[in-house]
């Protein structure tokens, strides 16, 4: 098996706050995720605001250090790498972020955000040949050199600064490129166009890509793989042709059922009912953080966390409602062979005992008074 180019393995980051009392955030918690370099794939990694989806750029990007786990590229820890192996991750680790406004300096063209790149990795032996990669990755990028080049960021549209910054990306010859949530600022017209940018990079230059975005839709239309996040922990992950068609976790359900129907003359219905969100965000690993909200709470939810269950071929959720199904195993613990193990009499099964199985409700679909009260 070929080494990884990136590897989260069982990631966890929590954030303290407070001097006399203190307080602990557990933004992320135990997250493992592999892109292979034989397997080019758009991974999304999608879930409400406050979820962990910036916190595990971050961690990826080598931003923030994580309170335990590995980020590895290569096969080797990020956090030790030498001087050259860290250049050789900026290069072929690249980001493509949110707001297509904030990373220009106004004061400057655009080509400078180009020119940087090119200089700062020496990817040319001289300014003609700099010049010739730059409008070399325009052209891949749909964007016509001649009408972007020479002009200041303000004379841009959103579209075009974004699919700029996609170029710089491109400009090192990345293996890996994470897009945190690249078209939420630019118009629904433009956002086709940059997604199909995205799946060109992926299919002819073999660019894998992380894809974080609170849009699913558009993570059912471009992504291989899908990550759901509640609060730092994975609620259901897998083949995005199986997990959005037919969602095992509650939470996935609800928010699979709180996207509008597009129609002026249905009435939206219902009321949403949150709990304090303090209440939400300081709660511990040791229970299962969407009990608060879920309508199929049982006494075990509160009593520990789910693991991920194998709910379907490449299918994982980490709901109790599936505690007959084989836990994953090995993949996530030791980053082998993605290897499943059942739940023992003295574990999870132990624990739920006090449900007989007609007790349990069904996993399937959130009944309709809880999708209601979410709408």
Same mark, same amino acid.
């Given at each position: ?10 990631? /966890?980051? +929590?954030?303290?706050?407070? @001097?006399?009392?203190?307080?602990? !955030? ?27 989806? /910036? ?5 990826? !990007? ?12 290569? *096969? ?20 493509? @972020? ?17 020119? $940087? ?5 020496? !990817?040319?032996? $001289? &300014? ?13 990028? *749909?964007?016509? &050199? ?56 992926? #299919?002819? @230059? ?34 995005? #042709?199986? +997990? ?5 976790? &509650? ?19 219902? /009321? ?6 303090? $209440? ?19 006494? +075990? ?24 199904? &084989? ?6 613990? #030791? *980053?082998?062979?993605?290897?499943? /193990?059942?739940?023992?009499?003295? *574990? ?9 199985? $007609? ?17």
């Amino acid at each position: 098996m070929p080494t990884p180019i990136l590897e989260a393995r069982r990631v /966890t980051k +929590v954030f303290r706050s407070g @001097f006399i009392t203190k307080h602990e !955030l557990i933004a992320l918690d135990d997250f493992s995720l592999v892109f292979s370099p034989d397997r080019p794939t758009i991974t999304t990694i999608a879930g409400e605001s406050g979820s962990g989806k /910036t916190t595990l750029a971050n961690l990826i !990007l080598g931003f923030v250090s994580p309170s335990s786990g590995q980020v590895l590229f290569e *096969g080797k820890d990020i956090w030790k790498l030498s001087k050259a192996e860290w250049v050789t991750f900026r290069k072929e680790v690249q980001a493509v @972020f949110q707001d297509p406004y904030e990373v220009y300096n106004p004061f400057y063209l655009v080509d400078s955000v180009l020119e $940087t790149v090119v200089k700062r990795f020496h !990817l040319a032996d $001289t &300014p003609a040949q700099g010049r010739e990669i730059i409008i070399n990755a325009l052209e891949v990028l *749909g964007l016509r &050199p001649d009408e972007v080049l020479g002009k200041y960021p303000h004379q841009l549209s959103g579209g075009q600064r974004q699919r700029i910054m996609v170029a710089r990306a491109f400009l090192t010859s990345p293996r890996f490129i994470l897009a945190d949530e690249p078209v939420s600022m630019v118009d629904a017209s433009l956002r086709a166009l940059i997604l199909e940018n995205m799946l060109r990079l992926k #299919n002819e @230059f073999g660019i894998s890509f992380m894809y974080i975005t609170h849009d699913l839709s558009t993570a059912y239309q471009i992504s291989d793989d899908i990550y759901i996040l509640y609060l730092g922990m994975i609620a259901e992950h897998g083949d995005v #042709n199986e +997990v959005i068609p037919n969602p095992k976790h &509650p939470y996935t359900q609800l928010l699979l059922s709180s996207v509008p129907n597009p129609d002026p003359d249905l009435a939206w219905e219902g /009321t949403i009912e949150l709990p304090p969100e303090d $209440t939400v965000r300081l709660q511990t690993r040791r229970i299962c953080r969407f009990s608060m909200r879920c309508p199929y709470v049982m006494d +075990v939810c509160r009593q520990s966390a789910p693991p991920l269950y194998e709910v379907g071929p490449n299918h994982y959720a980490s709901c109790f409602l599936y505690r007959d199904h &084989p836990i994953k195993g090995s993949a996530e613990t #030791n *980053g082998a062979s993605g290897e499943v /193990t059942r739940a023992d009499g003295n *574990g999870i099964r132990a624990a739920t005992t006090e449900r007989t199985e $007609t007790d349990w409700p069904d996993p399937n679909r959130p009944s309709q008074e809880a999708a209601s009260s979410e709408r």
